[in-house]
């Protein structure tokens, strides 16, 4: 039986690891640090935000290890926004090969968010080496976190698959994407605590959790950092059908991103 | 051998081509306002095709360029899908409509010998076990490590064929593209060809080129304007083709009048070809006729013509300026008749005959007619190079025979 499938989907796997490896090689060719830039570049902006907004703005300065939170959170949106923004366009810069060879598809969709993932595979070291220095106790729930990662990477291929096909019809479709994260970022409570928004109102941080990433990026927090983040689930005092409905909307853009890719992909070869 | 290893079913294609590319938001949003119906155009590439390609079989497909030749081939490698009817693959198929897909110029022969292969499904173990015989073949050792956009483009072809042919697969489709470049590659790509043909493998071959097909085809159809009008035996459906490109002669002027320019000052009148149509290697040469007219008073005027085959290899030509015969002060409304006779040296297939008038040195350029007639030369030796003149070859052998 295991066989069987494995035939099935050989030639999937074949150019899946090739399509990464290629990509992987690609990224940073020429440039003198190499793949030290996946790890260098977050760094990077997290100095910025923090001087911006921890060191001056006294933002944060309540939350247990609010830094080593905010470097996570910035990490885990670039992951999130690298696998969408390579997304969109990948059918269409493959064009050249899809309209000479046949193969399935989303293994190309599939090739630029697996690389996405090593690449946060990497950042997460460094993200464990912040907590060691900042002293962050670690608990057995942080055994959970991989389960919210894997949320975010759901969503974000199920959001690939769907804005992929539509880019190859529609061209805006990047641009309209870019204005869409460009919000989404600041609605997903990345680079400032959801306590802040607790003291304001605690319905309006419910509803800022309703958002998947914003949702997902809480409980990694809660789980891996300190409890003192607030979760969907501790604020609605452990209504699990609230957390359902992220949970929900994960499912359902993932649903119809398959399903509209898989009924788009027959054509790429013409339309790309 | 009577098993069938493609049965394709009433197959039909057609596009979808907007007048104008509504691919971005803002023209949707216009275009809503506007009745969307008549911006659409219906493209019918292919119209209720049916055959099948028996086991072991060389089979061509024949078609003139825009024939639809080359998007039934696309459908045969499942790239696109038919609008209507079904085609059914039995066996590992492997197309190969261009060599080197995939390829990548920032990586090096190495990494790009390992994408093209995954492309054509090989495992990194599967190429591991194939690369010294891949580089040997390519003749590229000392070369591996470079980055592809350092290669010239032989080397290239040369890695990507190599690649190529060391697919097994069950049925191969060919588009006739693969055999362009150098005389040398031509023939190694041939060499192959025949290779394929004593391993008894499944071969489709896409071509607008009749002797290709005869030299390697066991049967092959015959497409013309998106229909099969032809299927059986090689030779048969090749005659059919040639017969094709004779009859439709004032067609073929039709179709071919955007290959025709110049500021006509001068201009073309007619093209006749005064000997046979069909040359037999029998036959000693073709000649044809060119009238101008002049519409303006011309100081020198230079006329030319030349010969080109199917593939697009400009065989042989001349000129007046060439030949030393002068053509001045030509006075407007006069006609000029040139008698061309050219020897028949040509290959087997299609040849097309251009005519020119332009200035000194090919400037200013009053008639330029590429194709503006056409012969077919039928040779029953079968020869790779573009011109078959009479070759003489004498062998002497010194030393005692024992």
Known sequence: MQSKLYRKYRYSLILLRELVVTE?????QGSVLGYLWSVLRPIFLFVILYLVFVFFLKIGSDVPHWPVALLLGIVLWNFFSEVTNNGVTSIVNRGDVIRKINFPKYVIVLAGSVSALINLAINLVVIAIFMAINGVELHWSALLSPLFIFEIFALALG????LSSAYVRIRDINYIWEVIMQGLFYASA??????????RSPQL???????????AVQDIRHVLISDANPTLLTLSHGNVLLWLIPIGIVIFVFLVGAYQFKKRSPYFAEEV | MSEIAIKVDGVSKNFLLPH???NSIKSKVVNLFKNTDKTVEVQHALNDISFEVKKGEFFGILGRNGSGKSTLLKILAEIYKPTAGDVEVKGKLVPFIELGVGFNPELTGRENVYLNGALLGFSKREIDARYDDIVDFAELEGFMDQRLKNYSSGMQVRLAFSVATRADADILLIDEVLAVGDADFQRKCYDYFKSLKKLKKTVVFVSHDMSAIREFCDRAILIEKSKKIKEGDAEMVATEYSRLFLNLDSETHNNQSNERWGDKRASFDTVKITSAKVLTQESKEITFTATFTAHQDIDTLVSGSSITNAAGVEICGTNTQHQRIRLD????????????????????????INVTLHGLNSGSV??????AEAFSVKREEKSPFPASPAINL???RKGEAK
């Not at chain 1, 680079?191 to 003291?199: D, T």
């Not at chain 2, 009053?366 to 194709?371: F, K, L, N, T, V």
């Open chain 2, 20 to 22: 104008e590319r509504r």
């Open chain 2, 329 to 352: 002060n030509v006075k407007k409304g006069e006609k000029i008749t040139l008698n061309w006779s050219y020897d028949n040296i040509f290959s087997d297939g299609i040849h097309t």
């Open chain 2, 394 to 396: 004498e062998i002497t």
């Open chain 1, 159 to 162: 959001l690939s698959f769907f």
């Open chain 2, 366 to 371: 009053a008639d330029w007619w590429e194709g």
């Open chain 1, 190 to 199: 990345i680079i400032y605590p959801v306590a802040m928004v607790v003291e």
């Open chain 1, 205 to 215: 941080a419910q509803l800022l959790l309703l958002n998947p990433v914003a949702q």
């Open chain 1, 24 to 28: 992987f090689k690609l990224r940073y």
